[in-house]
């Protein structure tokens, strides 16, 4: 969820749509809390396998976050099986899975109290703010040694670096947003699948046509945990606005009470209480609102274009149900997707020989099968073999040519729904994608969490003076210096 905009289609962000296998999306990732067992580690010291430099390794133990609780045993199975693998190359480490979800609050106990993992994620928008406060651990020698940064789309590398390119954090999955849509829901209201709607006009009327003909959801809303905030922005980048701006001398202003916010309020407003088109649940997060799409119980919602993956593995999604499309832009100029993804860093407790072990780690499981034929096949084949989906949407990490010849590579693993998600796939190259705020971005999404809130649950809730009240708060945050 960060810094510099991608901009137009015409960057490297955007030259290419990643449909690519990757084992965690949006906000999070972490091991199950029960079943998670490591698979046997060799003996430290052993034999180094085939091609490996006959060197003595310390044994090392490093802890790891790459599931989402309750995710299901295959998926355990499937990162088991790649432990196995990794194993067989550095029989020296240890890795233990750890649960670990990232959302804001938790996150911020986890860094206070000392008990993240070795390796973790963090959405985009952490990055700049951990690097200031050397939160997370620079490294940039050890990425740079494995002899691939220069291949990084710069214009997500840089999320995860400092303002002078070190590297402290390395990008693993990127997305724009979209809208999921449940499939079957729109064929028993009488709706064509195949022909979502493009305007938020076309959304109104649809939501209020599930509602009426279904008796659920028509469209559901994020409020809780920073999601309402995140959202609420979604659709203020989607009329043509922003939260914030820079002007030249670095200074940053809130702009969160701009005419478009409160069109996107009153907006949501009007389906809550005008068409009855949202239900009945208003406290929804990234994981609940999930849930309930799988379950049937929500029409249309708004979230990252990589939400198939967590609903296999969270929500037991049935395929059939899945739609996902681009995210209606207004004919505004500055009418933009938010765009946003996830960083892997390393645990500041750590010892140097850990954090060896972390990159390897980090260089094994989530870039390999990005960047080499190898790797690529392998991961397919283990989560193919595992039920787990190959082939979601997604932005692409590293260049244009390495993203072509990454499709070659598994297309033959391919397992989701494609043709559910072309009108996401065939529109998304011609949108303009821009990142999200560039400072404070949690601060300011958790200031717009209680202003979603109250426009869902209070007719008469005064939009102006809400906005005016979370922007006021929202730059005091800005005017703060970090502590030191």
């Keep these: 969820m960060t810094k510099k905009p991608l901009g137009r289609m015409s960057t490297l962000a955007l ?70 693998e990794f194993n067989a190359k550095y029989p020296w480490i240890t890795v233990e899975p750890q649960e670990y979800n990232w959302t804001a609050p938790t996150f911020t106990a986890q860094l206070a109290g000392g008990t993240l993992p070795t390796v973790f994620n963090i959405p985009f928008t952490d990055g700049k703010g951990l690097i200031a406060q050397h939160q997370i651990v620079n490294i940039d020698s050890r990425v740079r040694a494995l002899g691939y940064a220069d291949k990084f789309n710069p214009n997500v590398l840089v999320n995860g670096q400092d303002d002078k390119g070190a590297i402290w954090a390395v990008p693993i999955t990127a997305y724009g947003m979209s809208l999921t849509y449940n499939r079957t829901l729109f064929k028993q209201a009488g709706l064509d699948p195949d022909k979502p709607p493009t305007t938020w006009d076309e959304v109104r009327a649809d939501a209020k046509v599930i509602a009426d003909k279904t008796g659920v959801a028509g469209f559901a809303q994020m409020a809780t945990q920073n999601t309402g905030g995140w ?70 919602f708004t979230g990252g274009s990589d939400l198939y993956t967590a609903m296999v593995q969270n929500n037991s999604l049935k395929a059939d149900d899945y739609g996902i499309t681009v995210i209606p ?40 099968k990005l960047r080499t034929e190898a790797g690529a096949v392998e991961d397919a084949k283990a989560l193919k073999a595992n039920n787990q989906p190959v082939g979601v949407p997604a932005l692409p990490i590293f260049d244009k040519a390495t993203y072509d010849q990454s499709l070659v590579w598994i297309k033959d693993y391919i397992n989701v729904p494609t043709a559910q998600m072309t009108p996401f796939t065939s529109k998304i190259f011609s949108e303009p994608v821009v990142t999200e705020p560039r400072y404070n971005t949690q601060d300011l999404y958790a200031a717009l969490d209680p202003v979603v809130q109250a426009v869902l649950t209070n007719k008469n809730a005064d939009i102006t003076k809400l906005l005016d009240d979370a922007n006021t708060k929202v730059q005091k945050i800005i005017n703060t210096p970090p502590a030191s």
């Design 329 to 368: 832009l207004a004919s505004d100029p500055n009418a933009g997707v938010l765009g946003g993804g996830n960083l892997v860093a390393v645990n500041v407790m750590t010892t140097e020989d850990q954090r060896d072990a972390a990159v390897d780690f980090i260089d094994f499981y989530y870039m390999n």
């Design 15 to 84: 030259a290419a749509l990643a449909v690519v296998s990757v084992s965690a999306c949006s906000a999070a990732a972490a091991t199950p809390s029960a079943t998670a067992t490591p698979a046997p580690t060799q003996a430290a010291g052993s034999q180094a396998p085939a091609g490996t430099p006959a060197t003595t390794h310390k044994p090392v133990t490093i802890s790891v976050g790459v599931l989402r609780p309750g995710a299901t045993q295959e998926a355990v199975d499937a990162l088991n099986l790649q432990i196995t």
């Design 231 to 300: 959202q609420l922005t979604t659709m203020t980048y989607a009329l043509g606005g922003r939260m914030e701006t820079v002007d030249k001398d670095g200074k940053v202003t809130a702009t969160i009470n701009n005419s478009y916010t409160k069109a996107a309020l009153q907006y949501l407003h009007d389906l809550r209480w005008t068409d009855n088109s949202m239900g009945g649940t208003f406290d929804y997060n990234w994981g609940t609102i999930n849930q309930d799409f799988a379950a049937g119980q929500i029409g249309m």
